[in-house]
């Protein structure tokens, strides 16, 4: 069906075969940055760190379509009017082939050095991050990527044009060069999970080539929409087939009564049915549908590049999560995170990290979560996506321990004290309820009583203050001993901290003392037993029994 234009389309290859007109490719761009700095502000603060990361991506977008490159810009490669490409533009921008082609008029024989192999070696050795000169490589790649949103480049369809002069111009490109891109709703394509720049070119492609028609693949038999309505022929103002629509064509306003428009019934079409021959693959794409998929794909076309900037450069993330957020984190390669001051760097995809935590005067590292784990300080993560990684803190806890410590002879009231990991006392930076246990003990009868008293620290204080009489014990029942010859030894009162009320206080070490009291009990009258306790052969010791 196209015998009779080839010889006019040969003609015109050596005046060009532009994709999206450069001034569209620019524009895609720039949009796809604005999206950026609207909804990841974060990630686009790190973008700016490199001047103007508008001018250094557009102006790869732009000269992408110089020098005859236009030709590996398909997806599959080229083989359509004569012309046939060894390259696709994966082949070309992303795997970095040798490629070739031959022009009606020239032949071309090259390898591609704006690769994304290209920008994944201008690296900055000492930090991991992109260079400039990696991002002006990335900028060649985005176009290749824009592309695979224009169908033509989806469908095999060679499209030469000349500034829109000639009737072979795929309306797509042409009507839309300085059309307005609107800001994506969702993600339309489907680029979560991203295995690499690969699946990336490859989903882009898919979901292009599925639902669009180019200008002279409508109904070609090599997939597309499916058409679900038609106008019945010469309807007015004109005629279309329509397919089901799309989530961008209900965000975008081009999903009517019937559905989206896929295909325009056109001269050729009704010159065709004139002849009695009903043939679909005769309809063509006018203006109003061009402008209408480039609605619905210039925003797919602003997640795509992002996706892309977001694969070459994945963000890592340092969250401080713990009670005061006075730990920290840096990394190594060096200059990257120092966090808690810089808590987000970009690094080139495939760069190692080394995460390593430090405690505080106040806080403990505890261990790492989310996209990290484990319990080490040091932790080492491989960027292929961005990544979150959470180190957590928790307050650095006082040790609590018993004033006097140890076998002493010392008059009551005795403390508490809080004291840090180098034993110097600090100030309770909370209450701290400690419950004591006393068990005074006889070397003649063994365990007299025991009993629990709280005593509490209150946040700011270093120390508080107990007393456990020697001899009256509101826990104990008095009682009497039965007196013998023979004395006791004078007994011993053993305190230990049975509970801190402040969690994950430290109980363990400086934890217990032993307190000789000198006389077991007090007189008498205040107490169990008498000064020195007695005991008889046929007869324990008398002893105090907790209530």
Same mark, same amino acid.
């Given at each position: 069906? &196209?015998?009779?234009?080839?010889?006019?389309?040969?003609?015109?290859?050596?005046?060009?075969?532009?994709?999206?007109?450069?001034?569209?490719? !620019?524009?895609? $761009?720039?949009?796809?940055?604005? &999206?950026?700095?609207?909804?990841?502000?974060? /990630?686009?603060?790190?973008?700016?760190?490199?001047?103007?990361? &508008?001018?250094?991506?557009?102006?790869?977008?732009?000269?992408?379509?110089?020098?005859?490159?236009?030709?590996?810009?398909? %997806?599959?490669?080229?083989?359509?009017?004569?012309?046939?490409?060894?390259?696709?533009?994966?082949?070309? =921008?992303?795997?970095?082939?040798?490629?070739?082609?031959?022009?009606?008029?020239?032949?071309?024989?090259?390898?591609?050095?704006?690769?994304?192999?290209?920008?994944?070696?201008?690296?900055?050795?000492?930090?991991?991050?992109?260079?400039?000169?990696?991002?002006?490589?990335?900028? &060649?790649?985005?176009? %290749?990527?824009?592309? @695979?949103?224009?169908?033509?480049?989806?469908?095999?369809?060679?499209?030469?044009?000349?500034?829109?002069?000639?009737?072979?111009?795929?309306?797509?490109?042409?009507?839309?060069?300085?059309?307005?891109?609107?800001? #994506?709703?969702?993600?339309?394509?489907?680029?979560?999970?991203?295995?690499?720049?690969?699946?990336?070119?490859?989903?882009?492609?898919?979901?292009?080539?599925?639902?669009?028609?180019?200008?002279?693949?409508?109904?070609?038999?090599?997939?597309?929409?499916?058409?679900?309505?038609?106008? #019945?022929?010469?309807? %007015?103002?004109?005629?279309?087939?329509? =397919?089901?629509?799309?989530?961008?064509?209900?965000?975008?306003?081009?999903?009517?009564?019937?559905?989206?428009?896929?295909?325009?019934?056109?001269?050729?079409?009704?010159?065709?049915?004139?002849?009695?021959?009903?043939?679909?693959?005769?309809?063509?794409?006018?203006?109003?549908?061009? +402008?209408?998929?480039?609605?619905? @794909?210039?925003?797919?076309?602003?997640?795509?590049?992002?996706?892309?900037?977001?694969?070459?450069?994945?963000?890592?993330?340092?969250?401080?999560?713990?009670?005061?957020?006075?730990?920290?984190?840096?990394?190594?390669?060096?200059?990257?995170?120092?966090?808690?001051?810089?808590? $987000?760097?970009?690094?080139?995809?495939?760069?190692?990290?080394?995460?390593?935590?430090?405690?505080?005067?106040?806080? @403990?590292?505890?261990?790492?979560?989310?996209?990290?784990?484990?319990?080490?300080?040091?932790?080492?993560?491989?960027?292929?996506?961005?990544?979150?990684?959470?180190?957590?803190?928790?307050?650095?806890?006082?040790?609590?321990?018993?004033?006097?410590?140890?076998?002493?002879?010392?008059?009551?009231?005795?403390?508490?004290?809080?004291?840090?990991? +180098?034993?110097?006392?600090?100030?309770?930076?909370?209450?701290?309820?400690?419950?004591?246990?006393?068990?005074?003990?006889?070397?003649?009868?063994?365990?007299?009583?025991?009993?629990?008293? $709280?005593?509490?620290?209150? !946040?700011? +204080?270093?120390?508080?203050?107990?007393?456990?009489?020697?001899?009256?014990?509101?826990?104990?029942?008095?009682?009497?001993?039965?007196?013998?010859?023979?004395?006791?030894? #004078?007994?011993?009162?053993?305190?230990? %901290?049975?509970?801190?009320?402040?969690?994950?206080?430290?109980?363990?070490?400086?934890?217990?003392?032993?307190?000789?009291?000198?006389?077991?009990?007090?007189?008498?009258?205040?107490?169990?037993?008498?000064?020195?306790?007695?005991?008889?052969?046929? +007869?324990?010791?008398? /002893?105090? $029994?907790?209530?």
């Amino acid at each position: 069906m &196209y015998g009779s234009r080839l010889a006019l389309i040969l003609s015109l290859f050596a005046v060009s075969l532009a994709a999206h007109e450069q001034p569209t490719h !620019q524009n895609l $761009t720039v949009a796809a940055l604005n &999206y950026t700095k609207a909804n990841d502000p974060g /990630r686009f603060a790190l973008l700016q760190q490199y001047g103007s990361i &508008y001018s250094t991506l557009a102006a790869g977008a732009w000269n992408e379509d110089n020098d005859n490159r236009f030709v590996f810009h398909f %997806l599959p490669n080229l083989n359509d009017l004569g012309e046939f490409a060894t390259c696709s533009s994966a082949d070309w =921008g992303i795997a970095g082939l040798s490629c070739t082609s031959t022009l009606p008029f020239t032949n071309i024989g090259r390898v591609d050095d704006h690769t994304w192999p290209d920008a994944l070696s201008a690296v900055d050795s000492t930090t991991g991050a992109p260079t400039l000169l990696g991002w002006a490589h990335l900028g &060649y790649v985005v176009h %290749l990527l824009e592309d @695979l949103t224009s169908p033509p480049h989806t469908r095999n369809s060679a499209h030469p044009c000349k500034n829109g002069a000639f009737g072979f111009c795929d309306p797509f490109e042409w009507e839309n060069q300085l059309a307005t891109v609107s800001f #994506p709703n969702s993600d339309y394509i489907g680029l979560s999970n991203l295995s690499g720049p690969q699946d990336l070119f490859q989903r882009v492609r898919n979901y292009t080539h599925d639902h669009y028609f180019s200008a002279r693949t409508v109904f070609n038999g090599d997939g597309g929409p499916i058409p679900t309505y038609e106008d #019945p022929d010469f309807a %007015l103002p004109a005629a279309y087939f329509y =397919g089901d629509c799309l989530q961008a064509s209900r965000d975008f306003g081009t999903c009517g009564p019937h559905g989206r428009k896929i295909a325009y019934k056109g001269g050729s079409y009704y010159s065709l049915q004139n002849e009695g021959v009903i043939d679909r693959s005769f309809a063509e794409i006018d203006t109003v549908i061009a +402008q209408e998929q480039f609605r619905e @794909l210039g925003p797919a076309t602003v997640t795509a590049v992002v996706a892309l900037i977001r694969l070459y450069a994945p963000m890592l993330t340092v969250q401080l999560q713990g009670d005061n957020g006075t730990g920290s984190v840096t990394s190594s390669p060096t200059t990257g995170i120092n966090c808690g001051t810089t808590c $987000t760097a970009l690094f080139v995809t495939g760069t190692t990290v080394t995460l390593t935590a430090a405690d505080s005067s106040t806080e @403990l590292f505890s261990g790492w979560s989310q996209d990290c784990s484990g319990a080490t300080k040091t932790v080492t993560v491989t960027l292929t996506a961005d990544m979150t990684c959470v180190a957590n803190f928790s307050l650095r806890l006082p040790v609590v321990r018993l004033n006097p410590f140890g076998n002493q002879s010392v008059a009551p009231p005795y403390s508490i004290d809080v004291v840090n990991s +180098q034993l110097t006392v600090i100030p309770a930076p909370g209450d701290i309820t400690v419950t004591l246990l006393r068990e005074v003990i006889s070397q003649c009868s063994g365990l007299l009583f025991s009993s629990n008293r $709280t005593v509490v620290v209150s !946040q700011g +204080q270093s120390s508080a203050s107990y007393n456990f009489n020697a001899g009256r014990d509101p826990a104990c029942n008095k009682r009497r001993p039965v007196p013998d010859s023979r004395s006791c030894q #004078p007994s011993m009162a053993a305190f230990s %901290l049975a509970d801190s009320g402040f969690h994950g206080s430290c109980l363990q070490g400086l934890m217990q003392g032993i307190v000789n009291v000198g006389r077991e009990f007090s007189p008498e009258t205040a107490g169990c037993a008498s000064i020195s306790l007695t005991c008889n052969r046929r +007869q324990p010791c008398g /002893r105090c $029994t907790q209530k």
